[in-house]
């Protein structure tokens, strides 16, 4: 007599597991749109492109976490460290409900805006799980950088100042739709490791992956962004000499005769589209007497103010309002930011959350080192000592992306490490 098995998941359960299938696909999509509309929308000075953004995240957690109530466990990095991304936001409650911020409204703005931040981190771990999702994420941003380095290249010729040719930014120049040449530049370098990391390993494919790399970097020449300059530089020749390394070892996997001609034609490329772009703009910037004029004088009143409150911070958002009470010198102009992310975190919550903010970037390093395609994030991470990428969404929020996806890669690898191991054998008694 046969048995015949019946599965309870049967029949009217399938449309249902269809679903679940392509969830990660439907809100990566929605995620890269979110990133793509506060990028598109950074030159906006009123609030509502920024709220938008900060609501669509939001819903679309909250739709993605009841969504999948029935699902059980996430898999999602796990550890203290990346999950202290999640305690960013709750540190600005903290001082609003303690009374220690000097202005509850701009922190509230603060605790929205880091949340939404966290949403961003959180929905890119849930798209990244495996490493074709993986793969199609990086892909895809990639794409978005492109496209927007190529309108940068060429407003920097014809929009006097115009987004897209149309909405009047008050500035002489645009830098695709960004105002200011240092948030472009920041953009850039998270994307700019991923074109040159595809270059060397894609075979045939990598000449579109080349010129895409080549075409970055020009753009960020072209915006005159010293800092920017200097970093990209640094992502070119840093991917360069890895290249080489593991060129020479067989374990890596890299195509001997595309990667030798890759090591070579990218810096022509790049050096190609620079000269058509041109150098003059960027190397007038570097001859500068005082390259640190202003920032310096920010800087030392950040650093006063986390000295008188170095537990809790004047709250974040605050140091506009707060720093006059320690500024060295006056400016006839308005300081919205220390142009030090890192001080300015110090300043305005303290040493604590300027350490909920740093460890999970830095404890992302040692991937992004074994995974080149994410040493963008190591770049924007030293350019926030002289700038300020955290504040802009149109950089963070892919800066926070590309964190979620260094932090599955890691939970990848050690997974594979475990698999790989040896299982021991134990001889059974005779």
């Given at each position: 007599?046969?048995?015949?098995e019946?599965?309870?998941?049967?029949?009217?359960?399938?449309?249902?597991?269809?679903?679940?299938?392509?969830?990660?696909?439907?809100?990566?999509?929605?995620?890269?749109?979110?990133?793509?509309?506060?990028?598109?929308?950074?030159?906006?000075?009123?609030?509502?492109?920024?709220?938008?953004?900060?609501i669509?995240?939001y819903?679309?957690?909250?739709?993605?976490?009841?969504?999948?109530?029935?699902?059980?466990?996430?898999r999602?990095?796990?550890?203290?460290?990346?999950?202290?991304?999640?305690?960013?936001?709750?540190w600005?409650?903290?001082?609003?409900?303690?009374?220690?911020?000097?202005?509850?409204?701009?922190?509230?703005?603060?605790?929205?805006?880091?949340?939404?931040?966290?949403?961003?981190?959180?929905?890119?771990?849930?798209?990244?799980?495996?490493?074709?999702?993986?793969?199609?994420?990086?892909?895809?941003?990639?794409?978005?950088?492109?496209?927007?380095?190529?309108?940068?290249?060429?407003?920097?010729?014809?929009?006097?100042?115009?987004?897209?040719?149309?909405?009047?930014?008050?500035?002489?120049?645009?830098?695709?739709?960004?105002?200011?040449?240092?948030?472009?530049?920041?953009?850039?370098?998270?994307?700019?490791?991923?074109?040159?990391?595809?270059?060397?390993?894609?075979?045939?494919?990598?000449?579109?992956?080349?010129?895409?790399?080549?075409?970055?970097?020009?753009?960020?020449?072209?915006?005159a962004?010293?800092?920017?300059?200097?970093l990209?530089?640094?992502?070119?020749?840093?991917?360069?000499?890895?290249?080489?390394?593991?060129?020479?070892?067989?374990?890596?996997?890299?195509?001997?005769?595309?990667?030798?001609?890759?090591?070579?034609?990218?810096?022509?490329?790049?050096?190609?589209?620079?000269?058509?772009?041109?150098?003059?703009?960027?190397?007038?910037?570097?001859?500068?007497?005082?390259?640190?004029?202003?920032?310096?004088?920010?800087?030392?009143?950040?650093?006063?103010?986390?000295?008188?409150?170095?537990?809790?911070?004047?709250?974040?958002?605050?140091?506009?309002?707060?720093?006059?009470?320690?500024?060295?010198?006056?400016?006839?102009?308005?300081?919205?930011?220390?142009?030090?992310?890192w001080?300015?975190?110090?300043?305005?919550?303290?040493?604590?959350?300027l350490?909920?903010?740093l460890?999970?970037?830095?404890?992302?390093?040692?991937?992004?080192?074994?995974?080149?395609?994410?040493?963008?994030l190591?770049?924007?991470?030293?350019?926030?000592?002289?700038?300020?990428?955290?504040?802009?969404?149109?950089?963070?929020?892919?800066?926070?992306?590309?964190?979620?996806?260094?932090?599955?890669?890691?939970?990848?690898?050690?997974?594979?490490?475990?698999?790989?191991?040896?299982?021991?054998?134990?001889?059974?008694?005779?």
């Amino acid at each position: 007599m046969s048995i015949i098995e019946i599965r309870a998941d049967a029949g009217p359960a399938s449309p249902a597991i269809t679903v679940l299938r392509h969830t990660p696909v439907i809100v990566g999509t929605l995620l890269f749109l979110l990133l793509a509309f506060t990028t598109s929308t950074v030159f906006v000075r009123e609030a509502w492109a920024l709220q938008s953004f900060q609501i669509g995240i939001y819903v679309l957690v909250a739709a993605y976490l009841l969504a999948g109530i029935r699902r059980g466990k996430e898999r999602v990095a796990g550890g203290v460290v990346p999950w202290l991304v999640y305690l960013i936001p709750v540190w600005g409650v903290f001082q609003i409900v303690a009374h220690t911020t000097s202005s509850s409204f701009q922190t509230r703005e603060g605790v929205l805006r880091w949340g939404a931040l966290a949403g961003v981190f959180f929905l890119s771990q849930t798209v990244t799980r495996s490493r074709k999702a993986q793969r199609n994420f990086l892909s895809v941003i990639l794409f978005f950088a492109t496209a927007m380095a190529v309108l940068c290249i060429t407003q920097l010729f014809t929009s006097e100042g115009r987004v897209l040719w149309i909405f009047p930014t008050g500035y002489q120049d645009v830098y695709a739709t960004f105002a200011n040449r240092n948030n472009y530049a920041q953009f850039v370098e998270v994307a700019l490791p991923i074109a040159l990391w595809r270059a060397l390993r894609e075979g045939w494919r990598s000449w579109w992956y080349g010129l895409a790399g080549g075409v970055l970097y020009a753009s960020v020449i072209g915006s005159a962004s010293r800092a920017g300059t200097l970093l990209c530089t640094a992502e070119l020749l840093a991917m360069l000499a890895i290249g080489l390394v593991r060129l020479r070892d067989p374990k890596t996997g890299l195509p001997s005769r595309s990667t030798t001609a890759i090591l070579v034609v990218v810096p022509i490329l790049a050096a190609a589209f620079t000269f058509a772009v041109g150098w003059e703009n960027v190397w007038e910037g570097f001859h500068q007497k005082d390259l640190y004029a202003g920032r310096r004088e920010f800087m030392v009143a950040a650093v006063e103010m986390a000295k008188h409150r170095p537990l809790t911070g004047y709250g974040l958002e605050t140091f506009p309002q707060v720093y006059q009470r320690f500024a060295i010198r006056d400016f006839p102009f308005y300081a919205n930011h220390v142009h030090n992310d890192w001080a300015e975190f110090a300043a305005d919550g303290g040493i604590p959350f300027l350490l909920l903010v740093l460890i999970p970037f830095a404890g992302a390093i040692p991937t992004a080192i074994r995974h080149p395609w994410g040493l963008g994030l190591v770049a924007v991470m030293l350019h926030a000592c002289v700038d300020y990428p955290f504040p802009r969404p149109g950089v963070s929020g892919w800066m926070f992306a590309l964190l979620g996806a260094l932090y599955m890669t890691r939970l990848s690898d050690r997974s594979v490490r475990r698999m790989s191991k040896p299982v021991a054998k134990v001889d059974s008694p005779t």
